[in-house]
């Protein structure tokens, strides 16, 4: 169905058509009047065309021209008119969405900065202004110009967001904040920056909480222990209560035990880690090890040997270097049967320095490995008491590889034993010295 527009346009084409030809046909010249009605014509449409594309480029559109614009040409600008309005009225909208988001963002705590796939800063909120004192002049200024500490610029540019950074802004009253990047769109990246002050207080409570608890607990118990070994060696003691006191003894024992790994852990997690490194041999630590670990299997009589190159040196800290290997070794003798073999094997490549601690022992499902070095992950918590073990161990040795750069790699299958390799970066290697012949 023709639009009433058109139906006028072409009725009207018709009636000067028809007054053209009839004239033309009066005067003796068809052809001359016809071509005159088609200039004619087309000069007109032309003239409509003009008016159109006028009103349509026009910078505020607000109505159609009124005059001269009839027919099919009215029905144009009307459809004109009605998209305009439509996109008018979504952009009107979309601009109160962005309008409400920017609201959303200055009233977060919070600190978002919105960065482009070349690394340019394109937005910022509020709270991210005031953390870094951004001006307008730093649109489009490279965020690692701005945030400009090196470690933010090291995770920055290593493009691995995993994990947050943790950072103190000495410029801000030593705040505390995290630095959260997520990568968005065509390579753009949304940077929200969290205060963590309240976290970071909450976490240093938590430790000299748990420090503080080993540390009042240790002075009674050796007590308590002092006071059951003389009960143990008395002559008049009831032979009914030789038992109640062996229990005793060992469960304070256990509690000894406990407490000291507690200290161990609270101290490798609040000490710096940055000062006195010394060069420990490996093999020679090893072999201080396996000599205590033979004591230790006693009647189990584990064959216990070291191997690798005598020289391997790292730069570290012997005394927490022991306690790790030490832990590893302890637990091959526990998680061993009668007779079992350990061996230490110390060696070097390009990747860095391996200290591994193997057995052919019960081993461990995989499904356990990957939460071994949590605090008190047991994978048979009912071995816990009989085993002697505080289940804090594995804990210890990873919080001294990690004091160290180094990583924990574990291998083991049920009834085929295990391996526990630490991997130290080749950055702490120290050369080792060549002998004179
Ligand atoms: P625990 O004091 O209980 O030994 P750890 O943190 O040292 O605590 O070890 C955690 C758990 O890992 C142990 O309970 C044990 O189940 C398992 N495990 C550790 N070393 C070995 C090993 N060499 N062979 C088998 N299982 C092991």
Known sequence: MLRRGLRAEIRWFCIWLAVFATTGLLLGGLTAALLCFSFGYIGWIFTRLYKLEGWVNQARRKHPPEEELHGVWADITDDVQLMFNRHEKEKLRLEAVVYRVQEMTTALSDGVVLVDA?????????????????????????????????????????????EPLDHTLAHKNQLEVEFL??????????????????LSKLERMRKDFVANVSHELRTPLTVLRGYLETLEDADNVPPVWHKALGHMQSQATRMTSLINDLITLSRLETDEKEHSQETV???????????????????????????????????????????????????AINYTSKEGVILIHVSQGVDGTHISVSDNGEGIDP???????ERFYRVDPGRAVTSGGT??????????????????????APGRGSEFTCYFP????????QRSA
């Open 426 to 433: 080749p950055a702490r290697s120290v050369i080792p010295i």
């Open 181 to 198: 990047v997520h990568p968005f769109g065509q390579n753009e990246r949304l940077i929200v920056i969290r205060d963590i002050s309240r």
């Open 391 to 412: 289940g804090l161990g594995l804990a210890i040795v990873k919080h001294v590889l990690l004091r160290h750069n180094a990583e924990l790699r574990i291998k083991s």
């Open 281 to 331: 041999n490996l093999f020679a630590l090893s072999n201080i090890i396996a000599e205590d670990a033979r004591h230790i299997s006693g009647d189990k009589r584990h064959l216990i040997s070291v191997s690798g190159d005598h020289d391997i040196t790292i730069y570290g800290r012997e005394q927490e270097l022991r306690s790790a290997v030490s832990n590893l070794v302890f637990n």
């Open 118 to 162: 070349r690394g340019n800063i394109e937005w910022w909120n509020r709270a991210a202004g005031e953390l870094f004192n951004f001006q307008n002049i730093d649109l489009g200024q490279k965020v690692t110009n701005l945030i400009r500490f090196p470690k933010f610029i090291r995770y920055y540019d290593k493009g691995d967001f995993n």
């Open 367 to 373: 499904k356990h490995i990957p939460r071994l070095t």
